[in-house]
């Protein structure tokens, strides 16, 4: 497993983002999905980049970061289009009109990373 731990990091930092979540310690649920995603891009993994951007767009959803939560809905839409999968894509599109009341919009050049440190400013009260 040294040998591989590449193979399967951010599946497990992914994993242990949803138990962070379940267990209300949002701050390092946060910080587990994000570590799952670099580890994801890293590796060039990315139907499984598109996954844990995915649920870090419900957790901060949930949170009521609205903002952030679509930055990462709209990050999981160009990874799910770049893997292939047009059924979810066409599933988060539909999500994002229904909780924002918006139609998807490709993101401009310059705004390239949701993991950029905006998102770290606003979840640090998260606690709710």
Not at 19 to 34: G, R, V, W
Not at 81 to 103: C, L, P
Request: negative net charge; proline residues 1%; glycine residues 6%.
């Amino acid at each position: 497993s040294v040998h591989s731990d590449w193979n399967f990091k951010n599946k497990l930092l992914l994993v242990e983002a949803e138990m962070h979540n379940t267990q209300k310690d949002f701050d390092k649920a946060a910080s587990c999905y994000e570590a799952s995603i670099r580890a994801a891009q890293e590796h060039k993994f990315i139907h499984e980049e598109a996954i844990a951007i995915e649920l870090a767009g419900i957790f901060f959803l949930e949170r009521g970061l609205h903002q952030i939560s679509k930055s990462f809905f709209g990050h999981s839409i160009e990874c799910y289009e770049k893997w292939g999968a047009s059924a979810v894509v066409k599933r988060i599109k539909v999500r994002i009109r229904d909780e924002f009341g918006t139609d998807y919009v490709q993101p401009g050049s310059g705004d390239d990373s949701i993991l950029s440190g905006d998102s770290s400013e606003e979840h640090s009260s998260k606690k709710r």
